[in-house]
Every structure is written in C-alpha cells, then in structure tokens.
Nanobody, 117 residues
C-alpha cells in the first residue's frame, strides 16, 4: 500500500543543482518522519538526510551538509531534496523512505543523479 515515487534526477555538471521530489501515498505522510538515502554504483545504501513530521527539524550527512536542503509539503504529501554545488561523488540513485528506512520494504524506483563533466 505504501507507495513512493521519486523524480527530478538527471545529468548535471559539477557545481550544478537539482531538486528531487518524492510523492508519497498509502500512509499518513504528515505523521511520518521522512528520509533520503542514496546508492552509488557498487556501494550500499547511504543515509543522506531526514526530516521530522512537522518539517521543522532536519539532519544531514557530513558529506552533503551545507549543500543539500530537505523539506516537505504535507498538504501535497511530497518530500523534497534541494541539491546545490553538486560533486561527482554525489552520483547515485536517490530514494526516499519513512524515517525507519533500515526496515523499509516497499522502496520506489529511485531517481538517478549523475554529476559529470
């Protein structure tokens, strides 16, 4: 029943920006903390950022701190990740999930971010 649809990825040059979106359904989005994770080629899932249900508290991995901003629109059941100053090491498939992502089972398709010159 839980459905998450990521979008907004693409190919950008180093220093560029993208805004990722995650459309959620099948659960009470406004009561759920949300998370962005990513998977680089040949690597496991890496936690990127999370945000509490009300959208007023957030956390970031050291690797993206100061460059990425997580936000949400509870009226639209949508989670966002604004990414600036992108680096080649940001290249990955980005996924959204509820806060308890380590036990999450119904992942969306993810959205590919490729940072290359």
């Amino acid at each position: 029943q839980v459905q998450l649809v990521e979008s907004g990825g693409g190919l950008v040059q180093p220093g560029g920006s993208l805004r990722l979106s995650c459309a959620a359904s099948g659960f009470t989005f406004s009561r759920s903390a949300m998370t962005w994770v990513r998977q680089a080629p040949g690597k496991g899932l890496e936690w990127v950022s999370d945000i509490n249900s009300g959208g007023w508290s957030s956390n970031y991995a050291d690797s993206v701190k100061g460059r990425f901003t997580i936000s949400r629109d509870n009226a639209e059941n949508t989670l966002y990740l604004q990414m600036y100053s992108l680096k080649p090491e940001d290249t990955a498939v980005y996924y959204c999930a509820p806060g308890n992502w380590k036990t999450f089972l119904t992942w969306g398709q993810g959205t590919q971010v490729t940072v290359s010159s």
